[in-house]
């Protein structure tokens, strides 16, 4: 298989279409906004005009879109690829979303006579740069089999996790424990610094002991710096924690921790954060309350 289609060109879709690409895979792309697909034309993509086209002119494609609406837009809308969907092609999307709108995008293409696999991942912009994501896949085993080498390519460790919605739940709890870490994170440099210690001591500390992580590891010096370049915009880690507390509600999950975490992004989606790299959460721990 070294023929392949990417739909969403975005930080993830752009970076594993890219690396495709330099693997020596020919890559056909798609996206809403066409200038995003400037640079891989120049790296030797095929652009096509809708999600269709690129179906059509490959046995694999593979979708890394924003959120549930946008995953389930580019498969039922039109030009959509429902409409080129058939016996012998393979969807395949790597968007994290919640499990019914997977199953809803996997029972479509099986309709048609397709194939399909949910295949979300761990690891950011980085990670997917270099080719070392964790991918966590459910659905058709014989698409799974045949896309290894891909996979291969675009991560470091994949996982086939079974039936349609085990993919999309695994991720959904990772990222509601990131999310949750974020902000215990974020409160605990925020109050270092306010009771006079300095969060760059805190880090050096942090790192040395029990719970040193790479996630502090990176993006710890860039909060202290207010750098919050977007690797993993916020808005997508408060949607992760939506939909990881409405999994919640269908297991009857008590999840206080990730509940008072999703109030802090949306916190801080309201006042225009949503944009930033998630770690711009720390923004709004900042906040003292006005003196009397
Ligand atoms: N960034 C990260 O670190 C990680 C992200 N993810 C997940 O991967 C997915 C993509 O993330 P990321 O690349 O960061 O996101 P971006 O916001 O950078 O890109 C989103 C992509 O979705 C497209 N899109 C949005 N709405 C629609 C729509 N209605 N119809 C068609 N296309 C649409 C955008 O197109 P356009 O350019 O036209 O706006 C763009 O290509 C998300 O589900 C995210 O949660 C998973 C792991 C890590
Ligand atoms: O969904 C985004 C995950 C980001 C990460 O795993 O670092």
Redesign the pocket.
């Known amino acids: 298989m070294q023929e392949v289609g990417f739909l ?6 752009k970076a594993m279409a890219m690396n495709l690409l330099r693997h020596g895979f020919k890559v056909h792309v798609w ?3 066409l200038s ?1 697909c400037i640079e891989l034309k120049e790296h030797g993509a095929f652009v096509e005009e809708t999600p269709a086209a690129v179906i059509k002119k490959c046995k694999v494609t593979i979708g ?4 549930p ?2 995953a389930l ?2 498969v039922f809308d039109k030009g959509g690829i429902l409409e080129e969907v058939c016996h012998g092609k393979g969807y395949i999307d ?4 919640d499990a019914e709108t997977s199953i809803k995008i996997g029972e479509a293409v099986n309709d048609k006579g397709g194939v399909f696999l949910e295949a ?6 980085k990670p ?1 740069e270099d080719g070392q994501l964790i991918i966590l896949a459910a659905g058709e085993k014989a698409l799974y089999d045949g896309v290894l080498p891909a996979f291969d390519v675009l991560g470091k460790k994949s996982f086939y996790l079974g039936e349609v919605g085990n993919g999309a739940k695994m991720k959904l709890v990772v990222n509601m424990i990131m999310g949750s870490m974020m902000n215990a994170f974020s409160e605990g440099l925020v109050l270092a610094d306010k009771s006079g210690l300095s969060p760059t001591t805190l880090l050096e500390v942090l790192d040395l002991g029990a719970i040193a992580n790479p996630m502090f590891r990176m993006k710890g010096p860039s909060m202290v710096s207010s750098d919050f370049n977007p ?3 916020l808005k ?1 880690q408060q ?2 924690m939506r939909l990881a507390l409405a999994l919640g509600d269908e297991n009857a999950v008590s999840m206080p921790v990730a509940a008072a975490a999703n109030e802090s992004f949306k916190k801080a989606r309201s006042i225009g954060l949503g944009d930033l790299d998630f770690s711009a959460v720390y923004e709004i721990f900042k906040v003292t309350e006005p003196s009397p």
Not at 8 to 13: E, R, S, Y
């Open positions: 969403g060109m975005g930080i993830m879709g996206n809403r906004t995003k890394m879109l924003s959120d609406a946008a837009s580019v790597m968007s994290t979303v979300p991942v761990s690891g950011s912009k997917a690797a993993f915009p997508h949607k992760d």
